[in-house]
């Protein structure tokens, strides 16, 4: 689903698709709300991204960091207002946007980090599988009616909207923890299913 069948899909569900729309402009702001507080509530294994660190200056899209290698050792992160007390590691400057070296470390050092996605347009797709797309309109939905447009008939609704926006976040949080159990046992179900020491096996063999 791209912004604008997900706005769609939002408008129907609080009954103001047709002749009554809503504003685009807080449309879409309402729908980039919901994608930051979706984006917030776990550490989502779709929004990992590495980077050959090259210079102070974080990537735009920078959030928070994971873990940072050198040489495949870790390097610990310190905190910000205490790094002066350490002889080696990283700091984070929020305020300034730089990753900062404690020690000398010698190149390549990759940052792993979460990423906060682009903003969602009309045009453009949230960057996780489109069957959970549906949760950010369920998201709009209960910040509207139980918030923006809260009168004592939305507050009945919000708590249904409230049931299937739950029901989509389990199934996503789901998904991201399948995907950090495959990442920590190194395998995939494709690996699993059809390679085994090397030769390939069939389904039905399991």
């Known amino acids: 689903m791209n912004g604008s069948e997900i706005v769609t899909l939002f408008a129907q569900i609080i009954g103001q698709e ?12 309402l729908l980039n709300t919901a994608k930051s507080k979706l984006e917030d509530l776990t550490d989502w294994e779709y929004l990992k991204k590495k980077w ?18 050198c040489d495949k050792d870790y ?32 190149a390549p050092v990759i940052l792993t980090y979460k990423k906060t996605a682009d903003d969602i347009t009309s045009a453009t797709s949230p960057v996780f599988p489109v069957r959970f797309h549906p949760l950010l309109a369920y998201e709009m939905a209960y910040i509207y009616q139980a918030g923006i447009d809260g009168d004592d ?15 989509l976040k389990k199934l996503m949080l789901s998904w991201d923890a399948d995907l950090k159990a495959k990442n920590m046992n190194g395998i995939t179900d494709y690996d699993y299913r059809y390679f085994h020491n090397g030769s390939q096996i069939n389904i039905t063999d399991l």
């Open 75 to 106: 390097v610990p992160l310190r905190p910000f207002e205490d790094y002066e007390f350490y002889d080696d590691g990283y700091y984070i400057d929020y305020a300034n946007g730089t990753i900062n070296a404690i020690d000398t470390y010698p």
């Open 153 to 167: 008939l939305n507050f009945r609704m919000s708590a249904i909207h409230l049931k299937e926006r739950e029901e």
């Open 52 to 69: 050959t660190i090259s210079g102070t200056t974080l990537p735009t899209d920078f959030s928070e960091p994971i873990k940072l290698i």
């Open 18 to 29: 047709g002749n009554n729309p809503l504003d685009d402009t807080f449309v879409y702001q």
